[in-house]
């Protein structure tokens, strides 16, 4: 395999370093970073009842929870 074939080979994506994949991973950085500097106590009304707990929880919970709704749409709307 040559050099040009790993930036502009295949259209599957696998092994490139595109903008992209750049940006997504300053963004799980940054949100990760985010989460480990909030770590105070919180009650959060789910509903009916209050709930308290780390910060932190809370926000990793809703991270994975639009995490794994964006890939839902995602996936949904590219076939």
Same mark, same amino acid.
């Not at 789910?46 to 709704?69: C, D, Q």
């Given at each position: 395999?040559?050099?040009?074939? !790993?930036?502009? *080979? ?5 092994? /490139? $370093?595109? $903008?992209? /994949?750049? &940006?997504?991973?300053? $963004? #799980?950085?940054l #949100?990760?970073?985010? +989460?480990? #500097?909030?770590?105070?106590? !919180?009650? +959060? =009304?789910?509903? +009916? ?8 929880? &809370?926000? $990793? &919970?809703?991270?994975? +929870?639009?995490? #794994?709704?964006? *890939?839902?749409?995602? /996936?949904? =709307?590219t076939?």
């Amino acid at each position: 395999m040559s050099p040009r074939d !790993v930036s502009s *080979g295949s259209r599957r994506g696998t092994g /490139r $370093l595109t $903008l992209g /994949r750049v &940006a997504m991973a300053v $963004l #799980v950085v940054l #949100v990760v970073v985010f +989460i480990c #500097v909030n770590t105070k106590d !919180v009650t +959060i =009304r789910v509903l +009916i009842p209050e709930v308290t707990l780390p910060l932190w929880f &809370a926000l $990793l &919970a809703m991270f994975l +929870i639009g995490g #794994v709704w964006g *890939g839902y749409l995602f /996936r949904r =709307r590219t076939r």
